[in-house]
């Protein structure tokens, strides 16, 4: 038996996750779209709401959620971060479809934080209508002043007053913003500018409907406006909140962040994986139908080596990615770090080059409407930044390689 043997529970439920997908998902996405654009856009889509009941009726609901984060199982089925990867990978075969089983960013990593270091009177208030699918949530952490890459630039300010803080910053990338069952947002500022450096800033959950919060506009991600999801650019002036909201305490929000990114951008990585797969299956199955020089497409060599190319770095990324997710089971999120920050460069890139070459496989219909390819490379690329850029996470692993080897990075 290997690290990486999945589990009769996971078998079980890749099967039926995969048959709702087959029955629900990719017969509706055109329907999905539709409805997204009639009317109003950033209003909630009903074919996600019909589907909800359905998924979780099958027992396929908060799959994320790990055993720590609940214990009693009341939620969901307490799988380990091994046996949800390839679950979530099948999800992130449809960028909307996470949402249906309720395991689509922003909110997972929302939930594991008020799951890990929430009270129970802020679980009663927002952890458990989240879990519930009543709520949805956002992540106020990036800043348009400055390289919030590193979470010590931040600028917003916590300020205590009496029972209560109050909160003023410009923030964007509010990603989950735009919809309207958005409830509270969870809000990294500094509490002390004067603390050493990593306990200046702290996390605090601040109400969307709270008087001085303001959606100054969505942003769009190439073009893309992801309605009703969204992602905001807002501003917070004089917000006042009870001091009860703050997270954990004053000083600990850096904590907080290596905690709560470390599981997000790991399922950023299992569903990036699933994005490659849908993108080769579409290649290779528009290899064999268009014809080219006299011969289908999958007749050239260069598109043989195209597919090939394609398969052996899918899977080089998919095994990266689940020893990370070992790790994190088996030795913390701390000690995987390195392995994180690996996955978080190569889980990306890899989509891109995959649905890059399915692109030019398609032709002009690789960049139009008619295939999920052009999206699906607007997120990979996107993911890029997200959850830190590239040479952020590239040193971190360098810096991993060095300390295991005894090399002082320390000034002399």
């Known amino acids: 038996m290997t690290m990486f043997d999945v589990s009769p529970r996971t078998t079980d439920l890749h099967a039926r996750l995969t048959a709702f997908m087959d029955e629900y998902i990719y017969p509706n996405e055109a329907e999905f ?9 950033w209003e909630h889509v009903q074919l996600i709401e019909d589907l909800k009941p359905r998924a979780r009726a099958e027992g396929l609901w908060n799959l994320f959620l790990p055993p720590a984060s609940d214990p009693r199982g009341e939620f969901g089925p307490g799988l380990s971060n091994l046996e949800y990867a390839p679950l979530c990978e099948v999800m992130g075969r449809v960028w909307w479809a996470p949402e249906i089983f309720n395991c689509n960013a922003p909110d997972t990593g929302n939930m594991e ?19 519930n699918g009543e709520i949805r949530s956002a992540f106020s952490m990036t800043e348009p002043e400055v390289a919030s890459s590193d979470a010590t630039n931040i600028q917003a300010s916590i300020t205590r007053d009496g029972d209560d803080y109050v909160i003023n910053a410009r923030k964007w990338w509010t990603s989950g913003a735009g919809d309207p069952r958005c409830a509270v947002s969870i809000f990294m500022g500094k509490t002390d500018p004067n603390a050493e ?26 073009g893309y406006d992801d309605a009703p ?19 954990l305490g004053e000083g600990r929000g850096f904590e907080i962040a290596q ?3 470390g599981p997000g951008r790991i399922h950023h990585c299992m569903r990036l994986i699933g994005q490659a797969e849908r993108a080769l299956e579409l290649m290779v199955e528009r290899s064999g139908q268009r014809v080219a020089f006299g011969k289908p497409l999958a007749g050239h060599q260069h598109v043989r080596e195209a597919i090939a190319h394609s398969r052996m770095e899918i899977d080089q990324a998919r095994l990266l990615t689940m020893q990370a997710a070992h790790m994190m089971d088996t030795v913390g999120n701390k000690a995987a770090r390195g392995q ?20 030019q496989v398609f032709g002009g219909a690789g960049v139009s409407q008619d295939t999920p390819l052009p999206m699906m490379y607007a997120q990979a690329r996107t993911l890029r930044l997200a959850d830190g850029p590239d040479i952020v996470h590239t040193e971190t692993v360098a810096k991993e390689e060095l300390r295991a080897h005894g090399v002082d990075l320390r000034r002399r």
């Open 33 to 41: 779209h539709r409805q997204v654009n009639e009317g109003n856009r």
């Open 113 to 131: 934080v008020l799951a890990r270091y929430g009270t129970p009177e802020q679980q009663e208030q927002w952890l458990v209508p989240l879990l």
């Open 197 to 222: 450096r990593h306990l200046q800033q702290s996390m605090i959950l601040v109400p969307m409907d709270a008087p001085g919060v303001t959606t100054e506009r969505m942003l769009t991600v190439f």
């Open 229 to 247: 999801h969204g992602h905001a650019e807002m501003t917070f002036q004089d917000v006042r909140v009870p001091a009860s909201s703050i997270l």
């Open 259 to 261: 905690g709560r990114l």
């Open 340 to 359: 994180i920050a690996a996955i978080k460069v190569v889980a990306p890139n890899v989509a891109l080059r995959v649905i890059d070459r399915a692109i």
